[in-house]
């Protein structure tokens, strides 16, 4: 199997980022588990989340000359990203507010029991270090990049040349 191109990872950032955040949010519907964590979600990780994406993908799409792929590295770490917001979607525990909220993807697979509300919340917990560790990882690959490429020769950071005669 081939790896992604920094080409098309790069023009994935935003549906995917859009998308994991949904995932994030709800994805445990699609288990029957719905709940107070929805609302609790809402406002205060989703935010930090859709935060966080936005200041690597603008990083991103922003650098100049204009970016046309991501380098291998940042790949890399984007994919660890989206696989850390993955996780957490898809193992999220609602609050135990009714019984019918007690319901994760282990739960339903193998059935109701307390270690696999432990193991969702280990699973929870590795998801969620991964995916902070890979943006972290991600936004010191960007910034670096940016570092290299404004400290090239000929690059000027502002202002006009000291030779066009402007007084």
Same mark, same amino acid.
């Given at each position: ?7 098309? %990872?790069?023009?994935?950032? *935003?549906? *995917?980022?859009?998308?994991?955040? %949904?995932? $994030?949010? *709800?994805?445990?519907?699609? =288990? ?5 964590? +929805?609302? %609790?979600?809402?406002?205060?990780? *989703? ?27 940042? $790949?890399?770490?984007?994919?660890? +990203?989206?696989?850390? @917001? =993955? $996780?957490?979607?898809? +193992? ?11 319901? #994760? ?5 193998? /059935? ?6 432990? @193991? ?12 902070? /560790?890979?943006? %972290?990882?991600?936004? @010191? ?5 940016? #570092? ?15 030779? +066009?005669?402007?007084?």
């Amino acid at each position: 199997m081939n790896a992604p191109s920094g080409r098309s %990872v790069f023009l994935a950032m *935003i549906p *995917i980022h859009l998308l994991l955040l %949904v995932w $994030v949010w *709800i994805g445990r519907f699609v =288990f029957g588990n719905g709940g107070w964590m +929805t609302l %609790v979600l809402l406002v205060t990780v *989703i935010p930090v989340v859709a935060l966080a994406l936005a200041i690597t993908t603008l990083l991103c799409f922003l650098r100049r000359p204009a970016p046309r792929a991501l380098t291998s590295s940042q $790949v890399r770490a984007q994919l660890v +990203t989206w696989a850390g @917001l =993955f $996780v957490v979607g898809l +193992t999220m525990v609602d609050f135990t507010d009714s019984p019918d909220s007690e319901q #994760t993807l282990l739960t339903q697979v193998f /059935g109701r029991s307390d270690a696999m509300f432990t @193991l969702s919340a280990v699973l929870i917990g590795v998801g969620t270090l991964t995916a902070i /560790g890979g943006w %972290v990882w991600l936004l @010191l690959r960007l910034l670096g990049d940016q #570092t290299r490429r404004s400290a090239a020769p000929g690059h000027h950071l502002a202002g006009p040349p000291a030779s +066009t005669g402007l007084r």
